[in-house]
């Protein structure tokens, strides 16, 4: 029989305060007083008023996105004054967001303070890796305390709102945004958004020194057709329920304070104005208590998507959808108070949103002192701060994989002499990432530095450049597939060195935003500079930098060692000179498994069965002609200098449907490391069919060399359910594989019932 679990709807139990008419309002705080202050002022509100804190404006200086023809700076102070903005975005600095707050605070008829939002998404000035990267060292400490790194400079200059964590699940690295998110699994995606979120909004909303996060993209964003930006979503509802919802639940879970709903259609619904999305399963069925902020005009672009016949249609529908706040599209700010009068828009749905708004606002403790965030004496001390810098560069040293260690060539010896070849090794700027908007360029320890601070002995040769032209947050790219300066000088380098490390990979706004590929290979001149040095000196040892998984099939058959360092932040240089020589050990496993080619995205481990899986003897059966199914980099995997063996597996079942599974780890070697441990389950058969293998459990435990642990996981019927096609969590008794190891594909399994 199937067991239903009803954690959806339970969590929607608010308490009631009362309105002045005598109504009962719902409540969006727990705090004592809170609610019942947010009643007294939406009391003394207009509807005008109102309407104003449901709009949010760009700054005046910098734009994440396309300004429409309304964005001009003078309107939006005269909208500020008349109490018709709610919130600003991309405002930098102490100074600048004091100066707005005032406006808002002394020169609006109520004195509602702004709420100041950004993307401070791994870091604001001070940088950790890049999320995709931050994910591999899935070490949920290490990922907190850089969220909570970021929202001390983030909030020393004025942010109280972070539109972070990202927590899409991406399968397709074609899509740019991977880098921002936590990869393929949502299990371990979960984990990660709650662990940022916590790290964001730490214990106090009202501390001066935390924020808002913002759970984003809801939903499905990360499903873009063809790894396409802003394309198109179609997904079955098993996926959705399964794979991109679990994330979202588990942030809203941890209280996350605010949700950005997403640009992308959802089987033909646009998500900004999907009721379903936001009312019927984030507002009623898990009882979320913040606000939905639209993406960046989000609400316009319904027009084109062929939803919105206008952008008054499109205010109509975002606002009954549930989309509190409206982000750059000026469809409330310019349509909402007539919708309401024509009685299209319920004045009750515009309370509701003002109430969820202003909930925050008061959490934040904006109305106690609204430029406690604003302070340029905290901006001078938290900046770049020393501290930081540790903590980045120690999920920095976390985040990087091994991929590949023939003859154990890393880690490299002192005394050898060694040839670094490639423009990144010199670049200051590129491990950076995409999402740097509060950070400065040339910030970052450059490859070249990590290793002139440890004194040890190379010589360098850029090759051709990587890049041509302006590099901007919101220009494309130009790589260099011409120009081929450098080369010679570079293999001539090679062939005199006992060593080569080639440091190559994608340029750091080669990623995020808007910057899809359909080639996942070397960009540029990088792999036929590969090819030739290869020639006169194979012992070559490849530092990849990237921001996405890359295919590299032939870097792997041919090259002797693979370090991943994605864009790993402010103290790049340094987190990979020390892994190269042995005073970091690797203990990364890859978030998103690496193709063969691209021809096989989207790729994941988390795959259902298909009815021919095959090896087949003749052709009918799911495969292709010319690669392996599997991915070249499978989910979970990573190497260390260590050795780690597995044994002793055992499963208990126990009376009360709950498993116990524990396994013995040693660390065979000679050498101290950290080994992350991963639990695999495949529900045999199932009403809806399960994945070949779901990650449950995960345990990172460091090991003296020769030491042996017990490493122990407990399955509870929310490891062991899923979610039906109704959206309803449930358990069905039957036979389950657990597998236990080193990554999604290699480790020892069992097999056991539950009743
Ligand atoms: C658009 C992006 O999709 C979103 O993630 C971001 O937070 C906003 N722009 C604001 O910059």
């Known amino acids: 029989m199937t067991r239903n679990y009803t954690f959806y709807t339970a969590a929607f139990l608010l308490a009631l305060v009362f309105t002045g008419c005598g109504q ?53 102070l005269e909208h500020l004054r008349n109490g018709w903005v709610g919130s600003v975005l991309n405002v930098r600095g102490a100074k600048a967001t004091r100066e707005l707050q005032r406006i808002a605070v002394e020169e609006t008829r109520l004195g509602i303070p702004l709420i100041f939002g950004l993307d401070v998404i791994h870091g604001h000035k001070t940088l950790a890796p890049v999320p995709l990267g931050e994910a591999a060292s899935w070490d949920m400490q290490a990922i907190e305390k850089s969220a909570r790194m970021a929202a001390v400079e983030a909030t020393a200059v004025g942010q109280n709102w972070t539109f972070a964590p990202m927590v899409d699940i991406t399968r397709d690295a074609r899509w740019g945004r991977v880098m921002e998110g936590a990869g393929e699994d949502p299990f371990l995606g979960a984990h990660i958004g709650v662990a940022r979120v916590k790290g964001f909004q730490g214990d106090d909303l009202a501390a001066d ?39 979202f639940l588990a942030t809203v879970e941890a209280d996350v304070k605010t949700v950005m709903n997403s640009f992308n259609t959802l089987n033909g619904i646009p998500a900004t104005g999907s009721a379903f999305l936001q009312r019927t399963i984030l507002k009623e069925r898990w009882g979320f208590k913040g606000f939905v902020v639209s993406d960046w005009g989000s609400g316009r672009e319904m027009i084109p998507h062929g939803y919105a016949m206008d952008l008054n249609h499109a205010a109509e529908l975002a606002a009954n959808a549930g989309s509190d706040m409206d982000m750059e599209s000026y469809a409330y700010v310019k349509h909402l108070v007539a919708l309401v009068q024509a009685g299209k828009v319920k004045e009750e749905i515009i309370n509701d949103a003002v109430r969820r708004i202003l909930t925050v606002k008061f959490e934040l403790g904006l109305f106690d002192d609204p430029y406690r965030y604003c302070s340029e004496d905290r901006e001078k001390k938290w900046l770049y701060h020393p501290e930081h810098q540790q903590v980045a560069l120690d999920v920095a040293k976390k985040s990087i994989v091994l991929l590949k260690n023939d003859a154990q060539m890393l880690p490299l010896n002192r005394a050898q002499n060694i040839a670094v070849i490639g423009a990144l090794a010199n670049d200051k700027t590129s491990p950076l990432g995409s999402w740097r908007i509060g950070s400065d360029d040339g910030t970052a320890i450059s490859v070249l530095e990590g290793l002139d601070a440890l004194g040890v002995p190379y010589a360098f040769a850029r090759g051709p450049e990587l890049v041509t032209g302006p590099l901007a947050f919101s220009t494309e790219l130009e790589f260099n597939t011409t120009d081929k300066t450098g080369m010679k000088a570079a293999v001539a380098l090679a062939k005199k060195a006992k060593t080569v490390v080639m440091v190559l990979g994608e340029h750091g706004l080669q990623t995020g935003e808007g910057r899809s590929r359909t080639d996942l290979g070397l960009p540029g001149l990088q792999q036929e500079l590969l090819e030739q040095v290869y020639a006169v000196n194979p012992n070559i040892v490849l530092v990849l930098m990237n921001g996405r998984p890359l295919a590299i099939p032939w870097a792997d058959e041919h090259l002797p060692a693979i370090l991943e360092t994605w864009h790993l932040g402010s103290q790049s240089g340094h987190a990979i000179a020390q892994t190269l020589y042995g005073l970091n050990n690797p203990s990364g496993k890859l978030p998103m498994s690496f193709p063969r080619n691209v021809g096989q995205c989207p790729i994941y481990y988390n795959h259902l069965n298909t009815g021919r899986p095959g090896p087949g003897t003749d052709v009918f059966w799911s495969h292709y002609m010319d690669v392996p199914n599997s991915p070249l980099y499978p989910f979970g995997y990573g190497l260390s200098y260590a050795s780690f063996a597995y044994a002793n597996l055992s499963v208990a079942v126990k009376e009360d449907g709950t498993v116990d599974v524990s396994v013995q780890v040693t660390n065979e070697s000679e050498v101290a490391g950290a080994e992350v441990t991963q639990l695999y389950l495949h529900d045999r058969v199932a009403s809806v069919a399960r994945p070949v293998r779901e990650l449950k459990g995960f345990s990172k435990n460091h090991f003296n060399p020769g030491e042996s642990k017990t490493v122990s996981f407990r399955l509870t019927h929310k490891e062991l359910g899923f979610f039906d096609n109704n959206g309803t969590f449930i358990m069905e008794p039957g036979t389950f594989d657990v597998m236990v190891g080193t990554s999604s594909q290699e480790g020892l399994s069992a097999t056991f019932d539950v009743k």
Do not use: W
Not at 37 to 59: F, I, P, S
């Open 24 to 76: 009962k309002a719902p409540v969006y705080s727990n705090h004592p007083d809170i609610p019942a202050k947010v009643e007294t002022l939406l009391a003394k509100m207009t509807l005008e008023e109102k309407v104003g804190q449901m709009n949010q404006y760009n700054g005046f200086y910098d734009a994440t996105g396309p300004l429409p023809e309304e964005g001009d700076a003078r309107h939006k």
């Open 209 to 247: 020194n935390t924020m808002a996060a913002c759970a984003k993209h809801f939903a499905g964003y990360g499903f873009s057709e063809s790894g396409r930006d802003y394309n198109t979503v179609d997904v079955g509802t098993s996926t959705l329920y399964n794979v991109i919802l679990p994330p």
